[in-house]
């Protein structure tokens, strides 16, 4: 099938001096009709960002995933605005009828029993004010954006009890620098959690002064939460980057696994027929039978152990997904290598002496290709599903890895939900990852498919 | 016709019982069960455990004749053997409060044993003999008590099955209710700005993750207040309120999940009658319609529609076989009291009873569905012998 590149083209025109036209390999043919798919070709380009994304997780997150500090536990995404501190008014209406604000104040006694007011705090968001800023600690139009300085306030509502409100300070802004080195080395690149490379380079951050003592002795925070934080106080850019290694690593993996078990199944029992083919196909029937989530569930429980560490549960995850899934794949592979085993080509390899293995593995299975890319990447979506429904559930992923159905496992409680809504961004990256696989796959199906018209759809 | 549904019947309990067995080893072979967390509990005694363990069907009590035949046995470097008067160890009788903890568990052959305080001992009961014993239970409707619930297995079930179904079938006439026309409405002019509208849905709700849509519903419902968040009706006035007033009630809290579920099924069946109706507008009985100066609308819904219609009814019935099952995270997410809460509780505690009987009902709605679905096709498709 592949040998056709090199053959060389019968010339076709009857110009002679017009050189023939080469002939196109299949491969290249498949590639040039989904070129012309311009939903597929986005489609695939926005795959190729999120996985790039994720394998440089830790060069392009501003922090180390893992660190968190409960002080600034559900900080708002910067990108979008900032909390304000100030002070807590009544809306009251005066005699004239005006509406008029009234300062919240509070009345303590202190222990000499004199009392004293206070003025009671409390937070605001504000949009696009107080977040990512272009202006200079002078106050000044720069192009270097700059954030502000994090500080808690210490106030107390109104049965007198401690609250503790972290907002931005406006008068301390800190530039973004780039290429910031951290003090401990941390994973720059990465394919899918495997072959690490370590440094210490952060694309972007910024940095505390070390001269400025509101710094060193705690009051104020330089952090960077473009897309806010999570209930820990970690920043959730970076986890969402890191959770990217599992969450779309996953898909791939599986669909691997469980397209090679589908092959061997399918391709064994197309092809000897008989006995095994009854045995194995009433095997595929059973298992579809099963409830697919279900079936993973109770997979879930004979392999995964809570005392496994992540690496392994992720291993293990990938391989209940792919034994959960592989038996529809199976079943349509058997029936093509069924037809295909009758073609002449596989009958005349047959004749010539290649043996069984020779005739699926060179003749038979190639010849499924196209169908088991299309499927593949129309499936992977339900591998990422599955890894997010099991993380979600909290029978996968574990803290303090980051996961995207980890990650959205906080939002499971609505009152964080109501009041913390960027909780839920872990979600928009699986709904633009399996959009971009619908994308592309449907893009290979038509480009596959030698009956559909391109560029219309239908 | 007849023969082919009499042999798919009859393949049903077949393929049942292989399910039954696949999910009970598959649970047998997973490290610990229920009580394996009581273990840690010094508040309860060897005995009461290996009661509860035999009440639950995992473990068998022994009587002295079954344990006199073991004959002698070696374990915690001593031998053992039982007999009518007592223990012996080392051929020396000794009392069993005194090998308590060398006996307490042990295994003969390939059985474990378990002694407890009072000098009674238990037998494992092996995975083939506990299917069996289920499958006799199954046959008679006994399902079993819940390990957690201490309640009858059916039951529990029973009661969560029908809030579950109340949704996915709300989420059915949701999902059938718009695919339809929006399918038909982009088939008429493909190409066209609703053609072009509805494969942006289509792609939309193939895509959303429905963990994620749920969220965003629930966020949507917290913020604006307009939709209830959680249960499936007011659980502190329903009891006094009107009838009308109680059926608003339930269609309020219906409306947020069955409105994230259907959407994401509709996706699928509104691209299936799109491409239905693309195709059959295009046969030649249609253009001898529109020559013979029919209606627009008559050719449309009379004779494409018609025979777009086949492929669809088939679809139907495999959404019937999902009934149970596609709501599960979107249950999960928000806070509807059907399956998919005792599904996770049970898988989570291992509560054996509950995990098994919760597939078999999804597993008989699957087959069942499928079966509709040939039957169907069948029945509306003459070109279709069953056979």
């Known amino acids: 099938m592949t040998n056709s590149n090199s053959q060389p083209a019968t010339p076709t025109s009857s110009n002679p001096t017009q050189p023939p036209r080469p002939v196109r390999g299949p491969w290249r043919t498949l590639f040039l009709r989904l070129k012309k798919n311009r939903i597929a070709v986005v489609g695939g380009w926005i795959l190729i960002v999120l996985y790039g994304l994720s394998c440089f997780a830790g060069f392009l997150s501003p922090s180390n995933y893992t660190d968190g500090d409960s002080q600034l536990s559900l900080y708002g995404p910067m990108l979008f605005g900032g909390y304000h501190i100030i002070d807590a008014v009544d809306i009251e209406t005066d005699a004239d009828g005006n509406e008029i604000e009234v300062p919240r104040v509070l009345v303590f006694e202190d222990e000499y029993g004199e009392e004293f007011e206070e003025a009671e705090k409390t937070r605001e968001w504000r949009h696009f004010s107080g977040g990512i800023t272009f202006t200079d600690p002078e106050g ?5 954006p700059h954030v502000y300085a994090l500080q808690e306030v210490i106030s107390y509502d109104e049965y007198g009890e401690e609250k503790y409100l972290v907002g931005i300070d406006p008068d301390v802004r800190l530039p973004i620098q780039f290429f910031v080195q951290s003090e401990e080395e941390h ?4 394919l899918c959690g495997w072959f690490r490379i370590f440094g210490t380079t952060h694309l972007f951050g910024v940095r505390a002064p070390k001269d400025d003592e509101r710094f060193t002795n705690g009051d104020h925070v330089a952090r960077v939460f473009l897309l806010g934080s999570d209930k820990s106080g970690r920043d959730l850019f970076t986890r969402i980057l890191y959770g990217g290694q599992i969450s779309l690593s996953v898909g791939l993996i599986g669909i691997v696994i ?15 027929g008989g006995w095994i083919d009854v045995g194995l196909m009433r095997f595929t029937e059973l298992l579809m039978a099963i409830p697919g989530l279900y079936l993973i569930l109770t997979l879930r429980n004979v392999f995964i152990q809570d005392s496994m560490d992540s690496r392994e549960t992720y291993l293990w995850i990938v391989v209940i997904l792919a034994l959960a899934g592989w038996a529809a794949t199976g079943r349509v592979i058997r029936g093509m290598v069924l037809s295909l085993k009758e073609q002449e080509y596989a009958l005349s390899a047959r004749a010539l ?3 069984h293995t020779r005739v699926i593995l060179r003749h038979i299975l190639p010849n499924t290709a196209s169908f088991v890319i299309v499927t593949a990447t129309l499936y992977v979506p339900y591998y990422i599903l599955g890894e997010v429904a099991l993380s979600f559930l909290g029978l996968g992923i574990t803290e303090p890895e980051a996961s995207w159905g980890l990650l959205l496992k906080d939002a499971q409680s609505s009152e964080i939900l109501k009041y913390s809504p960027w909780i839920v961004i872990p979600g928009l990256f699986i709904f633009i990852a399996v959009l971009a696989y619908n994308f592309l796959g449907d893009g290979l199906r038509d480009a596959a498919d030698p009956r559909a018209v391109l560029g219309k759809k239908g | 016709m007849w023969t082919f549904i009499i042999r798919r019947l009859l393949t049903v309990p077949l393929l049942l019982i292989g399910v039954a067995l696949i999910t009970f080893l598959l649970q047998r072979w997973a490290p610990g069960d229920f009580f394996t967390q009581m273990e840690m509990d010094p508040s309860k005694t060897t005995a009461d455990l290996l009661r509860m363990k035999a009440d639950a069907g995992l473990m068998k009590r022994v009587s002295t004749d079954t344990l006199v035949e073991l004959s002698s046995f070696r374990t915690a470097g001593s031998s053992f053997s039982f007999t009518e008067q007592g223990i012996l160890r080392d051929g020396q009788p000794v009392a069993s409060t005194d090998v308590r903890t060398e006996l307490r568990k042990f295994t003969v052959g390939l059985r474990l044993f ?3 305080e009072q000098g009674a001992v238990y037998r494992e009961i092996s995975s083939l003999e506990g299917f069996g014993r289920w499958c006799l239970g199954a046959l008679r409707g006994n399902f079993g008590l819940s390990f957690q619930h201490r309640r009858p297995v059916f039951e529990l079930i029973m009661e969560r099955l029908w809030n579950t179904l109340k949704l996915s079938l709300a989420a059915l006439v949701i999902a059938w209710g718009l695919a339809v026309p929006l399918g038909v409405l982009a088939a008429v002019k493909p190409g066209s700005l609703p053609d072009h509208l509805c494969g942006l849905i289509a792609f939309f709700g193939l895509s959303i993750p429905s963990v994620f849509f749920a969220l965003l519903m629930v966020l949507f419902a917290s913020l604006t207040g307009w939709f209830p968040i959680g249960d499936m009706v007011d659980v502190v006035n329903y009891d006094s309120m009107s009838l009308w007033e109680k059926v608003k009630n339930q269609v309020h809290h219906l409306f947020l999940p069955a409105i994230v579920i259907g959407t994401g099924t509709m996706a699928g069946y509104m691209r299936q009658t799109r491409g239905n109706m693309v195709e059959a507008l295009t046969q030649d009985y249609v253009r001898t319609a529109r020559a013979k100066g029919l209606s627009p609308n008559k050719v449309l819904f009379k004779h494409a529609l018609r025979n777009a219609i086949n492929p669809l009814i088939t679809l139907f019935g495999y959404s019937l076989a999902y009934l149970l099952t596609g709501s599960f995270l979107v249950e999960v997410v928000m806070n509807w009291p059907g399956m998919a809460r005792l599904v996770v509780d049970a898988i989570f505690a291992k509560d054996e009873p509950i995990v098994m009987a ?6 008989l709605l699957l087959v069942l569905g499928n079966l509709v679905a ?9 070109r279709v012998r069953l056979s």
Request: proline share 2%; no cysteine.
């Open chain 2, 358 to 363: 919760a597939v078999m009902v999804g597993s």
């Open chain 1, 353 to 355: 002496g290649a043996g």
């Open chain 2, 114 to 116: 378990e002694m407890d």
């Open chain 2, 374 to 382: 040939d039957l169907l096709l069948a029945l509306t498709d003459p």
């Open chain 1, 187 to 190: 994973e720059l690149a990465s």
């Open chain 1, 258 to 272: 469980s397209m090679g078990i589908g092959l061997i199944i399918g391709g064994i029992s197309g092809y000897f």
């Open chain 1, 140 to 144: 000044n139009f720069t192009f270097r």
